[in-house]
């Protein structure tokens, strides 16, 4: 049975002392993410090779959906072996969890990269804007949304972490980046973080995802 602790979640994001790196660090507390969670590697090869199995992995998801996605085509492509996938994930279900954990990641690790403390809100808003736009209608952010909604009838549980980890955590982590920049409450910012989140997506990510054709 898929779980949740949306207290924890909130207590890892409401706390004023905590800057982006603390957040960062916040995520990987227990309770933060959808069980059963992955074992990671102890080396940097090992890191390395789970990267490689997880790019490898969502593609052919993508490729071919859940129900078609077997162990047997991603070992294909990626090497490997059921037995490893299953000692870090547990299952071809675990896999795809871990996929989705891994692409969130680079989404919000993009913007990590580029935050720089020394800029005045304005400029965050428009560094912000830039990286958040190309990350949520990039052509595997958009193939994963259409995959999350395809799941989703069946695994509703599955939609409700990626929100709480893709949306809710967008809101989450900008509010503490203004958090450092605007002398407001930190209710109000998670309030102004969404709206901007929302109006910077407008019409674009529904266009994007509905018209395969369509390239903003």
């Not at 898929?2 to 909130?10: A, E, F, K, R």
């Not at 428009?126 to 595997?140: A, C, H, P, Q, T």
């Not at 990626?162 to 809101?171: D, F, H, M, R, V």
Request: hydrophobic share 35%; proline share 2%.
């Amino acid at each position: 049975m898929v779980q949740y602790n949306y207290g924890i979640i909130n207590e890892c994001y409401s706390k004023r002392a905590f800057g982006l790196s603390e957040i960062s660090r916040a995520r990987k507390k227990k309770g933060c993410y959808l069980k059963p969670i992955t074992k990671e590697a102890k080396t940097q090869r090992g890191r390395d090779r789970q990267k490689t199995l997880l790019d490898t992995a969502i593609n052919v998801f993508l490729e071919h959906g859940y129900e078609r996605a077997s162990l047997e085509k991603i070992i294909l492509s990626a090497g490997g072996s059921r037995s490893t996938i299953y000692s870090l994930y547990g299952s071809k279900r675990g896999l795809f969890l871990a996929c989705l954990k891994h692409l969130v990641d680079e989404v919000y690790y993009a913007y990590e990269d580029f935050y720089d403390e020394k800029r005045g809100w304005e400029e965050e808003l428009e560094v912000f804007g830039n990286i958040y736009l190309r990350s949520i209608l990039s052509d595997k952010a958009i193939g994963t949304s259409r995959l999350i909604f395809s799941v989703t009838a069946r695994e509703p549980e599955i939609g409700r972490w990626y929100y709480t980890e893709g949306a809710q955590l967008s809101y989450l982590c900008f509010a503490k980046v203004l958090e450092n920049k605007l002398p407001l409450d930190f209710n109000d910012l998670k309030e102004i973080s969404l709206h901007y989140i929302e109006m910077l997506k407008s019409d674009l990510y529904h266009h994007r995802l509905c018209d395969p054709h369509f390239i903003p």
